[in-house]
């Protein structure tokens, strides 16, 4: 048991005993659960904040627990403040565990803007999301997403838009499931200086169920509907050949397994999240094809008066939360925090060397691609998160 813990259980057993009890029959699984309270919400229902932590009236005591849901609810845009601490029940040996958080407003925005120079491709990004994050007071998510990608000039070409919609249940039939829905269209026109090409509209429909288990891990399953859809491409491979590819109506089954234990998702200061899957290509003009997913892993630790963050695979979207950014697909990150002010919740700077491999050359060389994103985060009380960068890559095969 964590030491820290003990005075508090001490000085929570000593008046419930007896004058000739003596405190030490008393262990932590001795305790029981005798009630759960929510404190501090006026928005949002005391049922969804219960959801987050695993134990009910009646449950022993399990202080790992407590902690484990502090973090959930952390994670969550919804609440700027989350604290767990017991207060004497009715009986002996019973406790009344108090969920006490600070909410935040229900509508999240977030905004991004960035300069970059890959592949010998000049262009900028621009994204924005607004969403409401507390539906009906049961914490249902909707947000809808744009991005674009506008070309600057290079050798190459990489133009690409993207609109969705989303709908979100955190706690679909209970704690344990989730269910997404979404809508999207997506249009794409990539070419780099070696010839790869990928070019088309994509409308999609998604549907999406998820189960958590353990302390942090889920499995999600999802099936995407793309009718009207249609994508050319063209990719040098590994022996030299160049292949076409690309189809219409093109449908997709999808299962992943992934955890996620980062206090934040776009402020992490600990924890770590893991996602990787495979997919189903099925319908269309295509025979159906078996695919793995990409493999996404997120570590994050403090050290040197900063967080330090490991990433392969681009930044997580652990069970139904995203973000917009430009990615590496291997980086670390240094991110120094900034302090506080009248208009900023919180900061901070960042630094991330990163590296690549988006693909073959001719003559079947790989294309490496290594990079250095700078940057500036922060969480403001008037317009959201604001996320600004610039990215510079050099290609190493020159």
Known sequence: MNKRFLPFLWALLIPLQAPAQDVGEFSPASLQVQEIRCSGNTQTSCDFIRDHLHLQAGDALDEEE???AELRLSALRNFDSVAIHLEKGAQRGQVIVVIDLTENS???MEWVGGGSHRMEVDRLLFGG??????LFGEGKFADLTAVAGVPLGGPGHHEFYDISARYADPV????RWFGIASAAWRKLDFEDQYGNFIRGEVPEFRVALGWRFADFSYLTSGFIYRPGSEQVSGRW???GTFEFGGGADVNTFDLSYGWNSEDDLLFPTQGSTLQIGAAVDFGGTIKTRVRAGRLQYRKTWSWAGGYWTFAVGGDPAPEYLLTISEEQLFAVTYARPLRAGDNIRRGRWYIEPGYDIPGWA??????YEAGLKVGYRADTRAFGVIDLYILGTVDANK
């Open 129 to 134: 999301r607004i969403a409401h994050q507390n």
């Open 66 to 68: 407590i902690r484990n």
């Open 362 to 367: 001719p003559g079947g060389r790989h294309i």
């Open 106 to 108: 229900p509508i999240a």
């Open 172 to 175: 679909l039939f209970g704690r």
């Open 237 to 239: 491979m590994r022996d």
